[in-house]
């Protein structure tokens, strides 16, 4: 019998039900009326439901024989959880008793009774925690044998260790903190320090009641318990409190270790560290441990030889565990390929034999650990070790491979390094290395070991750069590629040959401006001081040319425009790119703008230009009504223009013109803080004629 929080007549039917059990066990008992508590008696009103149901109170069905499970929420007590007005007024005149607060001192509750203006509207609350640990007690007490899960308010603990030796098919115990032991200064200004010191002291003694609890039911019962949790409860809104870790950490050393678990996740993690020489990992597919607590990460780092032992592992999203974490898997692996007489993780991935070339691969028939998805967030000690491990160890079977960092990362240097040693990853079909505050420096055959990859995202913050550290990665060959996001520092390393095997390639995204910026790029673009443009090879020259040569170059340095490196892209086009975004400062003029956008992206339909200058609207809208395939939507990140420039442009409000035969079949959006849309004449004449009209 569990109360669910929901609808009121929910909880209202869940009231009439427990008045119900209340008088049919203690009619069937023969106890008198008067013997109940009267925190449970007036209520539910007991005697009143008594006297007009005794007929059906008396009939041969035994309810209390088909009950196994009590875990009652004391919020579930719907009449005396309204207002005071609306209480009972026997009630009422009963919490006004000296009696009834003689349960509850208010002292032992100071930070919540300072919260209420009335002492009434405090008792209420007191009630609520006094009317659940009764009625649990006299739902429980009869049919203790039978339970297999129970609800305990911590208040009432003792109560039940006086019992424990009646609960023999307890498997789950829910124990429910119904007391106060700590609060912030702020929230009780009469909490003393010698206030303090009591509740500290009467909340280690209830801890160890729980912890009794269940040390001695499992000597008891060896075996039968299998799940003890602490919760806070409800009617304290203000004060809620929360098990100590080390006592919960406590509970799962004395239940039994994990069953064979075939996931370690972050609901059983715990319990798993509290058992890690004695749980059978050999069934464990996946572990997905995101995000790990800080208590919990500790343990997992002290117990991460386990690893190894999950042998049938095919998942692992783990926050870092620190260097040296996948040792085991890559010497494992170099055991195996020694053995098979070609060494691939000494000749760059290129040797002669594969784990994959038998009928039945050698990585199973060697017992080796097979990850095909991996995800390692917020490196531990600001090495890309495991990283690089994870690379070469599994290379035969990683389909998914991510790597990201969090703003929580402990240790971030001020450059990442990844793709140091790696080896080809035939079967790799995602690639996501994405750092938060540190540059991404990406090994310059990093694509090279990844031919078959569909998805690519390399993505760090880079806002500042000095053209002379650029070393551009070699040209890959990934033709399955269909989306590639390329952020920072990789969009500047990134080579644009590797675009000559990428038919495939749906969607592209270049940005060199934070992600998820709400304010102007325009005012965050970088532009390095021509001295470092001079020094750059592909713009300022070489220094072995004569000085003349150098001179007049310094003197009047190229920009890095598109136009200028035209005769490169030109050969390149992407047949079945439909979406485009260029975010950062790139510089495209108005000459090489249709040649830039319908010729290298045929089938292009979605287009944002968040930054790129140098080009006129005048220019992009002629593109946008010449292209073989009409664009569905495109994104400028600039001013609108002035309204006195809509007609000569075409453009116009999307509210202001209804006639859709005239517009391209495109949303046009200017700036990321405007939500506003517009539309583009297919012929610019015609908004002239129109603004003349108007005139």
């Excluded at 007549?9 to 013997?35: E, K, P, W």
């Excluded at 070469?392 to 991510?402: M, N, V």
């Excluded at 910026?517 to 965050?524: A, F, L, R, T």
Aim: some cysteine.
């Amino acid at each position: 019998m569990k109360a669910n929080e929901g609808d009121p007549d929910h909880l209202v039917t869940m009231d009439r039900l427990l008045q119900m059990l209340l008088s049919h066990y203690y009619t069937a008992a023969a106890v008198d009326v008067d013997d109940i508590p009267k925190v449970v008696r007036l209520p539910f009103n007991l005697a009143a439901y008594r006297n007009a149901t005794i007929t059906a109170i008396t009939s041969s069905l035994d309810y209390a024989a088909h009950v196994r499970h009590i875990s009652l929420e004391d919020w579930a007590f719907t009449n005396i959880s309204f207002s005071i007005s609306m209480l009972p007024p026997d009630v009422q005149e009963y919490i006004d008793e000296p009696e009834f607060m003689a349960f509850y001192p208010v002292d032992q509750f100071l930070p919540e009774y300072e919260r209420y203006n009335s002492q009434q509207a405090f008792r209420q609350r007191c009630l609520r925690v006094m009317l659940h640990r009764e009625v649990t007690w006299m739902l429980a007490n009869p049919i203790l044998e039978q339970l297999q899960t129970l609800a305990i308010p911590v208040s009432d603990v003792t109560r039940y260790l006086s019992v424990l030796d009646r609960l023999g098919r307890l498997e789950c115990v829910r124990f429910v903190l119904d007391e106060i032991y700590d609060c912030h200064p702020e929230e009780a200004t009469g909490a003393t320090e010698e206030w303090s010191s009591k509740t500290r002291e009467h909340k280690n003694k209830s801890m160890g009641f729980l912890v009794r609890f269940v040390e001695n039911h499992t000597q008891l019962f060896k075996g039968q318990l299998r799940v003890a949790t602490c919760h806070p409860s409800s009617v304290w809104l203000w004060s809620r409190q929360a098990c100590p870790a080390d006592v919960q950490f406590k509970f799962l050393q004395l239940l039994p270790s994990l069953h064979k678990p075939t996931a370690l996740n972050i609901r059983n993690a715990v319990q798993f560290v509290a058992h890690p020489l004695t749980t059978d990992l050999g069934h464990v597919e996946e572990i997905v441990m995101m995000p790990s607590p800080g208590p919990l990460l500790d343990r997992l780092c002290h117990i991460r030889q386990f690893l190894p032992c999950c042998q049938s592992a095919k998942r692992m999203h783990l926050v870092s565990l620190g260097k040296g974490t996948f040792k085991w898997a890559v010497e494992e692996k170099r055991i195996v390929m020694d053995g098979m007489g070609g060494n691939t993780l000494s000749n760059g991935g290129r040797g002669s034999a594969s784990l994959l070339d038998n009928d039945r691969p050698a990585f199973l028939q060697h017992d080796l650990v097979a990850l095909d998805d991996v995800w390692i967030n917020n490196i531990r000690d600001g090495s890309t070790d495991e990283v690089d491990d994870i690379a070469i160890a599994f290379s035969q079977t990683l389909a998914d491979f991510r790597v990201t960092f969090t703003m929580s990362a402990q240790a971030i240097p001020p450059t990442f390094h990844f793709g140091r040693g790696w080896v080809d990853m035939p079967v790799l079909n995602r690639l996501l290395l994405e750092t938060v505050t540190a540059r991404m420096v990406l090994d310059r055959e990093l694509l090279v070991h990844c031919p078959n990859v569909t998805f690519v995202l390399l993505g760090d913050r880079t806002f500042d750069y000095r053209c002379q550290d650029i070393v551009p990665c070699l040209p890959a060959q990934p033709s399955r590629l269909v989306t590639l996001r390329l952020y920072g520092w990789s969009a500047l390393t990134f080579h644009s040959d590797t675009l000559y095997s990428t038919s495939e390639l749906r969607t592209l995204e270049v940005r060199m401006t934070p992600r998820f910026s709400d304010v102007d790029v325009q005012d965050q673009y970088f532009i390095p001081p021509v001295e470092e443009l001079n020094r750059s090879e592909d713009i300022g020259g070489d220094d072995d040319e004569d000085d003349d040569n150098s001179s007049s170059r310094q003197q009047s340095p190229p920009p890095p425009s598109t136009k200028a490196l035209s005769a490169a892209t030109e050969r390149i086009i992407l047949p079945a790119l439909t979406d485009l975004q260029l975010l950062g400062n790139w510089i495209i003029e108005d000459d090489f703008l249709f040649e830039f956008l319908a010729v290298t992206f045929p089938k292009l339909v979605y287009l944002d230009l968040l930054g790129p200058t140098c080009f006129t609207l005048w220019a992009l809208f002629s593109v946008a009504r010449a292209v073989p395939v009409p664009w569905k939507s495109l994104h400028v990140f600039m001013r609108e223009p002035p309204r006195d420039q809509w007609a000569e442009l075409g453009l116009w409000s999307l509210t202001e013109w209804t006639d859709e035969r005239k517009v391209l079949p495109m949303y046009l959006r200017f700036s990321v803080d405007r939500e506003y849309e517009y539309v583009v004449l297919r012929d610019p004449g015609v908004s002239v004629a129109a603004a003349s009209a108007n005139e």
